[in-house]
């Protein structure tokens, strides 16, 4: 059975960084997606960073330039640098992990990816969260 466990949460100031922690256990080779997801109360779940276990980041606008997503396979752990933070970061941010998905690209040629940022329902696993408090 998949478990994460998110940690490295806290408060910083703004223009501060912080590096958040999911350790992994029970990974196969049906979760070789994995992604950082954030949410504030009253709002939907905004995705941040996927990744997938070969590699390919990738980020949502929002935190481009700012924010690193990495995975280390051997110790089974994700990661997410995250620089320059703003008080729009302040979230509670969630690890996730997912299979591969269908796409078909041109001429119907099928390839498949992680899920996107913004398809947070198609990942099955998920860390109980870890607290971001960014102040101006």
């Known amino acids: 059975q998949v478990q994460l466990v998110e940690s490295g949460g806290g408060s910083v100031q703004a223009g501060g960084s912080l590096r958040l922690s999911c350790a992994a256990s029970g990974m196969g080779d049906g979760t070789p997606c994995m992604a950082w997801f954030r949410q504030t109360p009253g709002k939907e779940r905004e995705g941040v960073a996927t990744?997938?276990?070969?590699?390919?980041?990738s980020y949502v606008d929002s935190v481009k330039g700012r924010f690193t997503i990495s995975r280390d396979n051997a110790e089974n752990t994700l990661y997410l640098q995250m620089n320059s933070l703003q008080s729009e970061d302040t979230a509670m941010y969630y690890c996730?992990?997912?299979?591969?998905?269908?796409?078909?690209?041109?001429?119907?040629?099928?390839?498949?990816?992680?899920?996107?940022?913004?398809?947070?329902?198609?990942?099955?696993?998920w860390g109980q969260g870890t607290q971001v408090t960014v102040s101006s």
């Open positions: 990744i997938y276990r070969g590699g390919s980041p």
């Open positions: 996730a992990a997912g299979a591969l998905k269908r796409k078909y690209g041109k001429f119907g040629l099928l390839s498949f990816v992680c899920p996107g940022t913004h398809e947070y329902n198609e990942y099955n696993y």
